[in-house]
């Protein structure tokens, strides 16, 4: 564990010593834009811990940065000097990127590239369930980063081991997620130095899609396949980005071994090294445009999982029983599943026990009235799956009636008590479905937007 | 002098002679109890972090009780419509009455006693025996669920506890010889029974918790469970007589067990002796009530039906064989 | 013959351990309860409804008053909903305050649980103990936000008010002072006999029921489940520190005893990092809108309070007031399971088991 304790150390040092300089060389280069970010990265550089808030909405490449300030300063070991060397190198690449990247915002007066990174942001701050897929990540930006820094000083093999051993160090998930920062960011360099123009886009392109197109399945091993390959064909044809990612995906959907991941990384390590030596800069404009598109139309990590219900559900119940299915931004992206009416018990009673599914764990039910309809939300949570789903249905306002669900969760009883009471949705097959905190000679439900307040001597 | 008035022919002299010592030994047990139950406030205070009351009567509270009791005298009567009227106004001084008769033959000093009877234990355990019945018909009377459980558990309680305690001092009777306090206590003078009883001293002082109804074995009234148990209904003086009666009984056990166990008012060492009986007995008897206060601030609550296994299961298998040890004992060396 | 009797026994709403105005409705048999239903409802203040007239920095002191032992959480929580709708980052400084306050306020809520529970087990003097360490944590969060209780201190984008003078160096010291206060805590009670047989074993239940019943915090994971949303779906800064989700396999009462005590532990630890970290200048509160306005749309968020998982969801039409505003109280959803615990056991089983699910009356009555 130590190794890897130390790897990321190293990683962590890169990264702060490559803001540093890219702040300067931004100072001296771009002029508008940059500003505000020059005001906030020295300041991250000397002390990282506080790298997170100066500059919460703007610059996507700081947004990832702000996740590794967590960990407490390296103490140094034997592979702190190496480290030094490779952070120089990293840094001169890191400001290389950032000034390209600032050149080129400058010049389109937009900012797609940074859309990109700021998507993957959250999810690498998410929960142990993104790390996997972080680590993905990880490892395919790591190796780009390998190849970069092969091509500028031809000592591939020191930089190389390391940025393998970081993906396999699997242990802690902090770990992973420190890691992950440290890689994407220095990856980010590696690649935009590479690139030298505009190339920074595609490379961290390409890993967000493989990342949330990747995890159809959710197992790390395939995502790291898939950003693998997705990044070295991304590396290769940078114009068919998208497609690039297509493939990812669809190699993702196929590979589910482990070993596999190790294949693969490896594979990707050969191709990405042999990318950068091509100098498959082609990317430009039009590629980083299509970049900002195809990453708005699959924002979410969890849109895969959105993905995976909906076609578990659709093909056991048939291709009709949903109203409607989305991604929740504004709800930390939870997956929204809209049920019919008359679908509504059997898809609960599907999400409980179908296998795939398996949410065991009712967290919350609560009704709304919306004056033309009422709405039941509930909220699961899957304690073996590890991921939420949120199930919605539309009743009717004029007599709200819908299937009880304590048969499948006990833990619904009180609360489908609390929406009779308040709202008056009466829950057939509820075992004593009573006005649960007003007492039954309560007259009108509360929460009801007509309702008014019965008082008998008015 | 005492003797001489049971043995002096019965007349109106008489009876106010024995009433007139009546009333000074019921003052000085409620000042006891006065003062105890200010003690115990105090103790429990300053062992919970508090002060406990320092306002009424000076620094200490010392008036506290008093006040209290004053209050409880000028409280409403309150007798619940529903509740058995007679025996619901007879059960309190069926309760405390055996406690103020039990103090009759506790021998305080080598002088000051009332009725020096030959069977002064037996008639301790006897007659304390009676309390309970006015728990069980206050908590019946009461027609409440919670005094209806209390007095419940009242009743299961100082019957099966009764019963090591009894067989506990077995122990101190086959080495008397004797069931009468006065002899119990001079045969202590080579050593305390205490130290020649110490299983019988363990298991009695056990019993007598259980049967004072104190912390841990307080379930009658486990404020917690059945809110007050048996006396949640009474109000006023009706309920201060309850509360008396468990004082008095605090007095009169913790007086037990220094007669019985500790040598009573004798001096633990010869050369201690120029110090007065009373002297002794107080400090003693200061010392086991203190313990019982200790206690109450320390421990949790028994469960009911752990209580009655702990009696029948622990208790009496080893008060029995303590009384079999102590047979052998004096068999073989006495 | 003899013939028994079933009597019904009104637990409540007044009780001494039913920790507020809550009902049980007991049939029983001698002692042994056949049947349990619980009765609620007499603290609801309507908080739901009420916040349908009220700006979201209007609402915040109404969540103070749900979970009244943990206010700092409830606070959080709207804002926290609030934060995910409008995509509102929270400088450090605020995210590192808020850490403190809501550990601070856990285990000052953590030790009101431990007290009242050997309180209710019929021993008066750790009760007392814990209050006095309790106080100390009041004292600390009276001078952060000028309440005792009802904090009111946080707000959308940040908190309120700064910490004062000195006020770092007072948590710094009150962690190992509180270190040293659990040990005796654990010499004091955990392995008094008389405890250890009222709740060794007592109101057991197995980890499908916990999931299956919506059991949260303690209550589950004394299960075995190792879920902590503190740690499982991070929010604030709780991903920088380190700590442990302690769980026990038992699932009985003294195991939610023991997890309550380890989770002041745990908050200790986290409240030693994050004071060691505090960031020493900053922004407290972001730049936020004067009229705070959810975007159209709904959100559900969850974090974890003292007594398990609470949540908040809020539909907004994109005005200033929420459309609807619900709050999932773990109390409430704690509470559920109750009636299948109490079948079978005893009255002073059923304080036993009562007290260990902790609940907040205010909380559960929203």
């Known amino acids: 564990m130590s190794g890897e304790k130390d790897l990321e150390q190293l990683k962590k040092e890169a990264v702060a010593k490559a803001k540093a300089a890219a702040a300067a060389k931004r100072a001296a280069k771009a002029a508008g834009t940059a500003e505000p970010r020059q005001a906030a990265e020295p300041k991250q550089a000397t002390e990282p811990k506080q790298a997170a808030e100066p500059k919460q909405e703007a610059k996507p490449v700081e947004l990832v940065k702000a996740d590794e300030p967590v960990v407490p300063p390296a103490e140094a070991g034997a592979p702190v000097n190496d480290a030094d060397d490779l952070a120089k190198k990293k840094a001169a690449a890191v400001a290389k990127a950032k000034a390209a990247a600032a050149a080129k915002r400058k010049a389109m007066g937009e900012a797609p590239a940074e859309e990109t990174p700021a998507e993957t942001a959250p999810e690498a701050d998410g929960g142990a369930d993104d790390l996997a897929k972080k680590k993905a990540a990880a490892v395919a930006k790591a190796k780009a980063a390998a190849a970069a820094k092969r091509k500028a000083m031809g000592e591939a093999p020191a930089e190389e081991t390391p940025a393998e051993t970081a993906p396999e160090a699997g242990g802690g998930a902090d770990d992973l997620a420190k890691k992950k920062a440290a890689a994407v960011a220095k990856a980010k360099a590696a690649a935009a130095a590479k690139r030298k123009a505009l190339g920074e886009a595609p490379a961290e392109e390409t890993a967000s899609e493989a990342t949330s197109g990747g995890d159809a399945d959710d197992l790390a091993k395939k995502k790291a396949a898939a950003v693998a390959k997705a990044k070295a064909a991304a590396a290769a044809k940078a114009k068919a980005k998208a497609a690039g990612a297509g493939d990812a995906v669809a190699i993702a959907a196929g590979g589910d071994d482990e070993k596999e991941k190790a294949i693969a990384a490896a594979k990707a390590k050969a191709k990405a090294a042999a990318a950068a030596k091509a100098k498959a800069a082609a990317g430009g404009k039009a590629g980083s445009a299509a970049t900002a598109e195809a990453t708005d139309a699959k924002p979410s990590a969890n849109q895969p999982y959105l993905d995976k219900y909906v076609k578990v559900i659709e093909e056991n119940l048939g291709s009709d029983v949903l109203e409607d299915s989305y991604i929740n931004k504004l709800s930390k992206d939870v997956p929204t599943l809209v049920a019919k009416r008359d679908t509504y018990y059997k898809i609960a009673q599907f999400l409980k026990y179908n296998e795939l599914l398996g949410f065991d764990y009712l967290s919350e039910l609560h009704g709304t009235d919306y004056e033309t309809y009422m709405e039941v939300y509930v909220h699961f949570y899957s304690y073996k799956n590890r991921q939420s789903v949120a199930l919605k249905v539309k009743i009717d306002r004029g007599e709200p009636r819908l299937e009880s669900l304590v048969p499948l969760w006990a833990g619904a009883d009180w609360p489908e008590c609390e929406a009779y009471d308040l709202l008056g949705i009466k829950f057939t097959g509820h075992p004593d479905l009573r006005r649960i905190f007003l007492g039954e000679d309560w007259v009108g439900y509360p929460l009801r937007k007509d309702y008014q307040p019965y008082d008998v001597e008015v | 002098m005492i003797e001489e008035l049971l043995q002096s022919s019965p007349g109106w002299a008489n009876f106010g002679i024995f009433f007139l010592l009546g009333a000074v030994l019921l003052l000085i047990v409620l000042g006891f109890v006065t003062y105890g139950i200010l003690a115990e406030r105090k103790v429990l205070g300053y062992m919970q972090l508090r002060h406990g009351p320092n306002q009424v009567g000076g620094k200490w509270g010392l008036l506290q009780t008093v006040a209290d009791v004053l209050k409880l005298l000028l409280k409403e009567d309150i007798i619940p419509k529903a509740a058995d009227k007679p025996l619901f106004i007879i059960a309190p001084a069926i309760a405390f009455a055996p406690s103020f008769m039990v103090l009759a033959t506790m021998p305080f000093t080598d002088k000051f006693q009332f009725a020096d009877i030959g069977v002064g234990l037996l008639y301790y355990i006897a007659v304390s025996g009676l309390t309970v019945f006015g728990m069980v018909l206050g908590g019946w009377a009461s027609n409440n669920k919670y005094a209806l459980l209390g007095g419940m558990r009242a009743a299961a309680q100082m019957i099966s506890y009764e019963i090591p305690l009894v067989m506990s001092v077995l122990g101190v009777i086959l080495l008397t010889g004797s069931l009468n306090l006065n002899e119990i206590v001079t045969h202590q003078e080579h050593g305390w029974f205490i130290l020649l009883q110490p299983i019988g001293f363990i298991v009695f002082f056990i019993a007598s918790i259980a049967e004072l109804n104190r912390t841990p074995f307080d379930l009658p009234e486990s404020e917690n469970e059945l809110v007050a148990g048996y006396h949640v209904e009474y109000s006023g003086f009706r309920w201060a007589f309850f509360m008396l009666a468990e004082y008095v009984y605090l007095f009169a056990m913790s007086a037990l067990i220094t007669v019985v166990f500790l040598g009573g008012w004798l001096a633990p060492f010869g050369f201690l002796d120029f110090i007065p009986g009373a002297v002794w007995f107080a400090l003693k008897f200061s010392v086991v009530v203190f313990i019982y206060i200790w206690l109450r601030a320390t421990l949790p609550r028994f469960r009911a039906d752990r209580l009655m296994e702990f009696g029948w299961k622990v208790l009496l298998p080893i008060a029995l064989a303590n009384i079999f040890l102590t047979a052998l004992l004096k068999s073989l060396f006495f | ?366």
Not at chain 3, 247 to 274: K, P, V
């Open chain 3, 1 to 366: 013959m003899i013939r028994t009797e079933e009597m019904i026994l009104n637990v409540g709403p007044q009780h001494p351990s039913t920790h507020g105005v809550f009902r049980l409705v007991v049939k029983i048999d001698g002692e042994i309860i056949t049947e349990a239903k619980p009765v609620i409802g007499y603290l609801h203040r309507g908080t739901e409804k009420l916040a349908e007239d009220l700006q979201y920095t209007q609402i915040i002191p109404y969540t103070d008053r749900m979970d009244y032992l943990s206010s700092m959480t409830n606070n959080y929580i709207l804002c926290h909903a609030v934060e995910t709708m409008m995509g509102i980052e929270v400088p450090e400084r605020a995210d590192f305050l808020r850490v403190i306050a809501m550990e601070l306020n856990r285990v000052a809520s953590h030790l009101v649980a431990w007290g009242t529970y050997i309180l209710d087990l019929g021993a008066t003097s750790p009760f007392i103990y814990a209050f006095r360490d309790r106080e100390m944590i009041i004292n600390m969060l009276n001078e952060l936000s000028g309440a005792r209780l009802t904090f009111n201190y946080m707000r959308v984008g940040g908190v309120k008010w700064d910490a004062p003078e000195g006020w770092i160096e007072k948590v710094r010291d009150f962690v190992p002072y509180m270190r040293g206060q659990l040990k005796g805590f654990h010499d004091l009670v955990s392995g008094n006999e008389i405890f250890l047989d009222r709740v060794k074993g007592i109101g057991r239940y197995t980890k499908e029921d916990a999931i299956n019943y919506s059991l949260s915090g303690p209550n589950l994971r004394c299960t075995g489940v190792k879920w902590d949303l503190r740690k499982d779906e991070p929010y604030s800064i709780y991903n920088r520190f380190e700590f442990d989700v302690p769980t026990s396999e038992e699932g009985d009462c003294l195991a939610r005893y023991h997890l309550r005590l380890a989770e002041i532990e745990q908050s200790l630890n986290i409240l030693e990092q994050a004071v060691a970290q505090f960031p020493g200048e900053g922004p407290i509160l972001a730049k936020v809108p004067k009229i705070i306005k959810a975007p159209k749309g709904e959100a559900f968020v969850r974090i974890e309070s003292p007594r398990g998982e609470i949540g908040c969801y809020i539909a907004s039409d994109g005005k200033k007031e929420p459309y609807r505003l619900k709050f999932r109280r773990p109390s409430f959803y704690n509470l559920q399971i109750l009636p299948k615990l109490l079948k079978g056991e005893n009255i002073a089983n059923m304080i036993a088991i009562l007290g260990a699910i902790d609940i907040v009356l205010g909380e559960v009555d929203g």
